[in-house]
């Protein structure tokens, strides 16, 4: 099967759920991220015979409505990787805004606080991007917590995580200059 035949084949299963151009984009993530390809190699190669292994596997998913990043493990965030699992929120794009102009005012050493951290995105940015930062990330869910913890060791990112809850007292953890939360936009009937 050629990656333009693979392309066609998850795009036409998206397709009815995302219109025509979220298909197409969904489709070239997954075969370049399968392929190990970036979108020029995949481009170059467009009509080159490759298999992937799990396909059938990976259309059927994409075609009950799981979202790409939940499916290949991994988000991309202010230009870094980032895993993801179901029960941790995918980072979204319009964040990337958040963190880069909080990263803009910050001063030196700030001490950041980010409640609901789910895989850690804004709170390993943070500290990757403003310079000696001390971070600290909170989230009621351990197994969000691990996978945090799993993206700030391997993006090599100094941050401390704590299981608490948002709506208690957070005061035992000290003062902060910055305090920075996107919690998920659910709706109110779930």
Do not use: W
């Not at 988000?75 to 699992?85: D, G, L, S, T, Y």
């Not at 980072?91 to 606080?113: D, F, N, Q």
């Amino acid at each position: 099967m050629t990656i333009r035949h693979i392309i066609h084949t998850i795009k036409e299963a998206v397709e009815p759920l995302y219109g025509i151009h979220e298909a197409e984009s969904i489709a070239r993530m997954v075969v370049c991220e399968e392929l190990s390809y970036n979108l020029s190699q995949l481009v170059a190669h467009y009509d080159e015979e490759c298999e992937i292994a799990n396909l059938n596997q990976i259309v059927e998913e994409l075609a009950s409505g799981r979202p790409v990043q939940y499916v290949l493990g991994k988000a991309e965030f202010c230009e870094m990787e980032f895993e993801v699992e179901e029960g941790v929120l995918i980072p979204r794009p319009e964040t990337e805004e958040l963190v880069y102009r909080i990263a803009e005012m910050a001063k030196p050493g700030a001490h950041i606080l980010d409640v609901g951290t789910g895989s850690g995105a804004i709170a390993i940015s943070l500290a990757k991007m403003v310079e000696r930062a001390e971070v600290v990330a909170v989230d009621i869910s351990c197994e969000a917590l691990a996978v945090a913890q799993r993206n700030a060791a391997r993006l090599g990112a100094e941050v401390e995580f704590v299981e608490a809850d948002a709506l208690a007292d957070l005061s035992h953890l000290g003062e902060f200059d910055i305090i920075v939360s996107n919690p998920p936009y659910i709706p109110q009937s779930d």
